[in-house]
Protein backbone atom coordinates (compact mmCIF):
# COMPACT_ATOMS: atom_id res chain seq x y z
CA UNK A 1 0.00 0.00 0.00
CA UNK A 2 1.08 3.45 0.01
CA UNK A 3 3.68 5.28 2.38
CA UNK A 4 4.06 9.23 3.30
CA UNK A 5 7.34 10.26 4.60
CA UNK A 6 7.48 13.71 5.83
CA UNK A 7 10.03 16.07 7.20
CA UNK A 8 10.41 17.40 9.43
CA UNK A 9 8.86 16.55 12.44
CA UNK A 10 9.65 20.09 13.86
CA UNK A 11 10.13 23.36 12.28
CA UNK A 12 11.06 26.75 14.10
CA UNK A 13 11.21 29.64 11.66
CA UNK A 14 11.17 34.15 12.18
CA UNK A 15 8.52 35.97 11.42
CA UNK A 16 8.90 36.84 7.82
CA UNK A 17 11.16 33.84 7.53
CA UNK A 18 10.11 30.86 4.57
CA UNK A 19 9.57 27.54 5.83
CA UNK A 20 9.30 24.22 3.62
CA UNK A 21 8.12 20.82 4.40
CA UNK A 22 8.38 17.50 2.25
CA UNK A 23 6.67 14.95 1.35
CA UNK A 24 7.26 11.37 0.03
CA UNK A 25 5.25 8.95 -1.08
CA UNK A 26 5.78 5.00 -2.57
CA UNK A 27 2.41 4.47 -5.06
CA UNK A 28 2.97 5.73 -8.14
CA UNK A 29 -0.51 5.34 -8.80
CA UNK A 30 -1.37 8.43 -6.38
CA UNK A 31 -2.45 10.97 -8.07
CA UNK A 32 -3.79 13.92 -5.38
CA UNK A 33 -2.00 15.42 -2.89
CA UNK A 34 -3.59 17.33 -0.38
CA UNK A 35 -1.85 19.48 2.49
CA UNK A 36 -3.99 20.17 5.91
CA UNK A 37 -3.24 22.35 8.89
CA UNK A 38 -4.43 21.45 12.27
CA UNK A 39 -4.61 23.27 15.36
CA UNK A 40 -4.06 22.21 19.31
CA UNK A 41 -7.85 20.23 19.67
CA UNK A 42 -8.81 21.04 16.07
CA UNK A 43 -9.57 19.69 12.88
CA UNK A 44 -7.53 18.66 10.12
CA UNK A 45 -8.17 22.00 7.56
CA UNK A 46 -7.37 21.85 3.94
CA UNK A 47 -4.83 24.43 3.04
CA UNK A 48 -4.00 23.69 -0.59
CA UNK A 49 -3.87 20.68 -2.85
CA UNK A 50 -2.56 19.67 -6.14
CA UNK A 51 -3.03 16.75 -8.88
CA UNK A 52 -0.80 14.51 -10.46
CA UNK A 53 -1.30 16.72 -13.87
CA UNK A 54 0.31 19.73 -12.03
CA UNK A 55 3.52 20.69 -10.94
CA UNK A 56 2.87 23.70 -9.12
CA UNK A 57 0.22 25.65 -7.51
CA UNK A 58 -0.13 29.02 -5.37
CA UNK A 59 -2.90 30.62 -3.15
CA UNK A 60 -1.41 33.89 -1.83
CA UNK A 61 1.28 33.20 0.33
CA UNK A 62 1.12 29.07 0.10
CA UNK A 63 2.47 27.04 -2.64
CA UNK A 64 3.12 23.09 -3.36
CA UNK A 65 5.31 21.79 -5.94
CA UNK A 66 5.14 18.19 -6.68
CA UNK A 67 7.48 16.17 -8.35
CA UNK A 68 6.17 12.39 -10.29
CA UNK A 69 9.61 10.83 -11.09
CA UNK A 70 10.26 11.46 -7.71
CA UNK A 71 7.56 10.92 -6.01
CA UNK A 72 7.94 13.39 -4.14
CA UNK A 73 5.99 16.90 -3.24
CA UNK A 74 6.67 19.75 -0.87
CA UNK A 75 4.28 22.82 0.87
CA UNK A 76 6.43 26.16 0.90
CA UNK A 77 4.88 29.21 3.03
CA UNK A 78 6.35 32.30 2.41
CA UNK A 79 6.42 35.73 4.88
CA UNK A 80 5.37 33.18 7.98
CA UNK A 81 3.06 35.15 10.22
CA UNK A 82 2.27 33.33 14.39
CA UNK A 83 -0.70 32.39 13.20
CA UNK A 84 0.92 30.06 10.99
CA UNK A 85 2.10 27.81 13.96
CA UNK A 86 0.30 24.80 13.61
CA UNK A 87 0.79 21.26 12.46
CA UNK A 88 0.68 20.18 9.12
CA UNK A 89 0.09 16.89 7.26
CA UNK A 90 0.55 16.00 4.06
CA UNK A 91 -1.38 13.05 2.07
CA UNK A 92 -1.17 10.90 -0.75
CA UNK A 93 -4.64 9.38 -2.79
CA UNK A 94 -4.68 6.89 -5.18
CA UNK A 95 -7.12 6.05 -7.21
CA UNK A 96 -6.31 2.33 -7.73
CA UNK A 97 -6.94 -0.38 -5.13
CA UNK A 98 -7.34 1.59 -1.34
CA UNK A 99 -9.02 4.83 -2.45
CA UNK A 100 -8.27 6.47 0.94
CA UNK A 101 -5.57 9.01 2.06
CA UNK A 102 -2.96 7.95 3.63
CA UNK A 103 -1.31 11.02 5.82
CA UNK A 104 2.69 11.78 6.72
CA UNK A 105 3.26 12.05 10.29
CA UNK A 106 2.76 15.97 10.34
CA UNK A 107 5.75 18.75 10.97
CA UNK A 108 4.76 20.92 13.88
CA UNK A 109 5.51 24.33 12.72
CA UNK A 110 6.46 27.54 15.55
CA UNK A 111 7.09 30.59 13.74
CA UNK A 112 8.72 32.99 16.04
CA UNK A 113 7.39 36.84 16.30
CA UNK B 1 -17.77 23.25 8.68
CA UNK B 2 -18.20 21.17 5.84
CA UNK B 3 -21.42 19.86 6.95
CA UNK B 4 -20.06 17.02 9.00
CA UNK B 5 -21.26 16.99 12.51
CA UNK B 6 -19.51 14.39 14.97
CA UNK B 7 -21.22 13.41 18.34
CA UNK B 8 -20.38 13.71 21.35
CA UNK B 9 -17.61 15.59 21.66
CA UNK B 10 -16.29 14.20 24.67
CA UNK B 11 -16.59 10.69 25.71
CA UNK B 12 -15.66 8.73 28.52
CA UNK B 13 -15.71 4.74 28.64
CA UNK B 14 -15.44 2.27 31.22
CA UNK B 15 -13.08 -0.73 30.90
CA UNK B 16 -14.99 -3.66 29.15
CA UNK B 17 -17.89 -1.24 27.60
CA UNK B 18 -18.74 -1.05 24.47
CA UNK B 19 -19.16 2.91 22.52
CA UNK B 20 -20.59 4.20 20.00
CA UNK B 21 -19.51 7.64 17.63
CA UNK B 22 -21.65 9.20 15.67
CA UNK B 23 -20.90 10.45 12.34
CA UNK B 24 -23.60 12.02 9.97
CA UNK B 25 -22.90 14.20 6.60
CA UNK B 26 -25.67 16.43 5.22
CA UNK B 27 -23.23 17.12 1.87
CA UNK B 28 -24.58 13.97 -0.44
CA UNK B 29 -20.95 12.25 -0.08
CA UNK B 30 -20.64 8.69 -1.24
CA UNK B 31 -16.93 8.13 1.13
CA UNK B 32 -16.98 8.22 4.29
CA UNK B 33 -13.75 7.76 6.95
CA UNK B 34 -12.71 7.36 10.17
CA UNK B 35 -9.40 7.95 11.78
CA UNK B 36 -7.39 7.84 14.76
CA UNK B 37 -5.09 10.24 15.99
CA UNK B 38 -2.98 9.86 19.20
CA UNK B 39 -1.21 13.07 20.90
CA UNK B 40 1.54 14.25 18.69
CA UNK B 41 0.69 12.05 15.87
CA UNK B 42 -1.00 11.49 12.32
CA UNK B 43 -3.67 10.59 11.17
CA UNK B 44 -4.46 6.32 10.70
CA UNK B 45 -7.51 4.85 9.05
CA UNK B 46 -9.64 2.73 10.99
CA UNK B 47 -12.54 1.63 8.27
CA UNK B 48 -14.09 3.30 5.70
CA UNK B 49 -16.72 3.79 3.33
CA UNK B 50 -17.32 4.11 -0.38
CA UNK B 51 -21.14 3.16 -0.88
CA UNK B 52 -24.07 2.55 1.18
CA UNK B 53 -24.15 -1.40 2.87
CA UNK B 54 -20.12 -1.67 1.89
CA UNK B 55 -17.29 -0.50 3.97
CA UNK B 56 -13.52 -2.31 4.38
CA UNK B 57 -10.89 -2.15 6.90
CA UNK B 58 -8.54 0.57 7.40
CA UNK B 59 -4.48 -0.01 8.81
CA UNK B 60 -6.18 -0.39 12.64
CA UNK B 61 -9.46 -2.44 12.37
CA UNK B 62 -8.80 -4.30 15.16
CA UNK B 63 -11.16 -3.57 18.31
CA UNK B 64 -13.64 -1.31 15.61
CA UNK B 65 -16.71 -1.94 14.16
CA UNK B 66 -18.44 0.18 11.15
CA UNK B 67 -21.90 0.30 9.64
CA UNK B 68 -23.32 2.15 6.57
CA UNK B 69 -26.99 1.69 6.47
CA UNK B 70 -27.48 5.20 5.00
CA UNK B 71 -25.60 7.60 3.20
CA UNK B 72 -25.84 9.95 5.59
CA UNK B 73 -24.50 8.07 8.43
CA UNK B 74 -21.20 6.27 9.10
CA UNK B 75 -21.20 4.87 13.05
CA UNK B 76 -17.94 3.69 14.94
CA UNK B 77 -18.03 1.59 17.70
CA UNK B 78 -14.97 1.16 19.53
CA UNK B 79 -15.22 -2.54 21.24
CA UNK B 80 -13.52 -3.65 24.38
CA UNK B 81 -11.51 -5.68 22.19
CA UNK B 82 -10.24 -2.38 21.85
CA UNK B 83 -7.53 -2.42 24.82
CA UNK B 84 -6.18 1.12 24.33
CA UNK B 85 -8.73 3.62 22.60
CA UNK B 86 -7.75 6.67 24.39
CA UNK B 87 -7.82 8.88 21.43
CA UNK B 88 -9.03 11.40 19.19
CA UNK B 89 -11.49 10.02 16.57
CA UNK B 90 -11.95 12.13 13.30
CA UNK B 91 -14.73 11.25 11.06
CA UNK B 92 -14.27 12.69 6.85
CA UNK B 93 -16.23 12.52 3.98
CA UNK B 94 -15.73 13.10 0.55
CA UNK B 95 -17.01 12.90 -3.13
CA UNK B 96 -16.91 9.78 -5.16
CA UNK B 97 -15.16 11.45 -7.73
CA UNK B 98 -12.61 12.81 -4.81
CA UNK B 99 -12.17 16.59 -4.49
CA UNK B 100 -11.58 17.99 -0.65
CA UNK B 101 -12.15 15.63 2.04
CA UNK B 102 -13.72 17.51 4.88
CA UNK B 103 -13.42 16.57 8.64
CA UNK B 104 -16.18 16.84 11.32
CA UNK B 105 -15.02 17.84 14.31
CA UNK B 106 -13.72 15.12 16.19
CA UNK B 107 -14.63 12.83 19.72
CA UNK B 108 -12.13 12.72 22.12
CA UNK B 109 -12.52 9.06 23.94
CA UNK B 110 -10.70 8.62 26.99
CA UNK B 111 -10.99 5.42 29.10
CA UNK B 112 -11.48 5.73 32.81
Known amino acids: GENVEQHPSTLSVQEGDSAVIKCTYS??????FPWYKQELGKRPQLIIDIRSNVGEKKDQRIAVTLNKTAKHFSLHITETQPEDSAVYFC????????????FGSGTRLQVQP | DGGITQSPKYLFRKEGQNVTLSCEQNLNHDAMYWYRQDPGQGLRLIYYSQIVNDFQKGDIAEGYSVSREKKESFPLTVTSAQKNPTAFYLCASTTSSYNEQFFGPGTRLTVL
Open chain 1, 27 to 32: DSASNY
Open chain 1, 91 to 102: AAFSNTGRRALT
